[in-house]
Nanobody, 124 residues
Framework: QVQLVESGGGLVQPGGSLRLSCTAF????????IGWFRQAPGRGREGVAC????????FYRNVAKGRFTISRDNANHTTYLQMNSLKVEDTAVYYC?????????????????WGQGAQVSVSS
């Protein structure tokens, strides 16, 4: 059984930084993809970035380009989302998700497993 455990959310002022972590339990290989999504109150789930745990290739949505960095620690099946220059509009619950086939899915429907979510609040 695959389980994703997230950590690292919190409250930060505009312009600040946070790093989210997502550790995957239950995978026996690195042939899977981790995607980060977010959902703000009253809005749908929005893709942020994804990374192939196999070859490290990445994809960023426009909201993340230039400010967020996704990375991986294969030895620990952990993915990180480093978020810099945070804005008030980045406030949301952030979820990590896993695609078990290693597909670089850009939509939430492409992912099979989901973490519990981490609240990120950006406010002065």
């Amino acid at each position: 059984q695959v389980q994703l455990v997230e950590s690292g959310g919190g409250l930060v002022q505009p312009g600040g930084s946070l790093r989210l972590s997502c550790t995957a339990f239950g995978f026996t290989s690195h042939v899977y993809t981790i995607g980060w999504f977010r959902q703000a109150p009253g809005r749908g789930r929005e893709g942020v970035a994804c990374i192939s745990m196999g070859d490290g290739s990445t994809f960023y949505r426009n909201v993340a380009k230039g400010r967020f960095t996704i990375s991986r620690d294969n030895a620990n099946h952990t993915t990180y989302l480093q978020m810099n220059s945070l804005k008030v509009e980045d406030t949301a619950v952030y979820y990590c998700a896993a695609n078990r086939y290693g597909t670089m899915g850009r939509l939430a429907g492409a992912y099979d497993y989901w973490g519990q979510g981490a609240q990120v609040s950006v406010s002065s």
